[in-house]
């Protein structure tokens, strides 16, 4: 069985842009996965921590046949292969991958939260995620263009290179 999957990117250190699509591409390559797309780039400050770089951040959907342990555990290799150090929270880093959702599946387990808990307040998870997906419906929420509003204040913009 397939599930379409969507996975929130990020990075503000070393070359953000390179890094997210050498994660992309890395996507493609898990077992039993494919890359369905990715939206565009976008800039945005940093949040809670902000004496840092901003970050680029982008979205991507895939279908696998990993469950989300699996996929979530692939995320974390990635993370590592890209060099992510976990020093505190909200940390500068060379790559975030997040599991925003998983098919239509809400998952409440320890290190394993589907929808993703913040999905709805960040506005560079929002406009990226509804770009590839913009009648997407949040497991328990509803549609993610109902919470666009409520973000509209946090500044994001195009990534140019």
């Known amino acids: ?42 800039a945005s400050p940093a949040l809670g921590y902000t004496d840092q770089p901003d970050f680029i951040n982008a979205v991507a959907s895939v279908e696998t046949r990993l469950s989300a342990e699996e996929l979530l555990e692939a995320l974390l290799a990635i993370e590592a292969i890209n060099g992510r150090i976990r020093s505190f929270r909200n940390a500068p880093r060379t790559l975030d991958l997040d599991l925003l959702l998983y098919g239509d599946s809400v998952i409440e387990r320890p290190g394993l939260s589907v929808p993703h808990p913040r999905i709805i307040e960040r506005a560079f998870v929002l406009n990226p995620l509804l770009e590839i997906a913009p009648d997407i419906i949040i497991p328990g929420k509803g549609p993610a263009s109902g919470y666009l509003a409520a973000v509209s204040s946090q500044p994001i913009s195009l990534f140019e290179e």
């Not at 929130?8 to 369905?36: D, H, I, M, S």
């Open 1 to 42: 069985m397939t599930m379409t999957a969507y996975v929130a990117l990020g990075a503000n250190l070393g070359k953000p842009a390179r890094q997210l699509r050498r994660a992309c591409e890395l996507l493609g390559r898990l077992p039993g996965t494919q890359l369905l797309r990715v939206s565009s780039f976008y």
